[in-house]
């Protein structure tokens, strides 16, 4: 395994990292919701009253964020390998999997690990373990670069 010392960007990772702990301290802290991306935007699908505010705010700003970014530095090339019926079939498969998991990695990875959540801390595990053999399936039994 090889490091693209080019594209290795610590502070940047750091800073990000702490922007979104800072967001999802905030969200709890001032509204008493987690920051979970899958219920926050499956909130915006059942339009119950007084509860699409702060829903759409905060989807609001995840589409704002890189916009803003581009006023002071280039975003990323964007690279997409898989076919659209590839997407099409990763995006249904963890949208399942959100729901029979009872949320997101953002959810159960970021806000649950720090509320000392046990379901989430297993939840968090089998995610990063599905996603380990996910990447040795495709790339060694598979044989597809990636």
């Known amino acids: ?15 990000g ?13 001032f509204n008493g919701r987690i920051a979970g991306i899958s219920g926050i ?44 019926l590839m997407m099409a079939l990763a995006g249904l498969i963890v949208g399942i999997g959100t729901r029979y998991g009872s949320g997101c990695t953002s959810g159960h990875g970021v806000c649950g690990i720090s509320r000392r959540s046990p379901r989430s801390m297993v939840a968090t595990l089998l995610f990063m373990m599905m996603g380990f053999v996910t990447v040795y399936v495709i790339r060694h039994v598979f044989q597809i670069a990636g």
């Open 17 to 29: 990292g702490a922007l979104i702990g800072a967001a999802a301290t905030s969200l709890i802290l």
């Open 41 to 84: 935007v499956g909130g915006l699908l059942s339009l119950k009253k007084g509860d699409m505010g702060w829903r759409l705010a905060f989807v609001g700003g995840l589409i704002a964020a890189p916009l803003i970014w581009q006023l002071f530095a280039s975003l990323p090339a964007i690279r997409i390998d898989g076919s659209f």
């Open 1 to 15: 395994m090889l490091i693209d010392w080019n594209a290795f960007t610590p502070w940047a990772s750091l800073a």
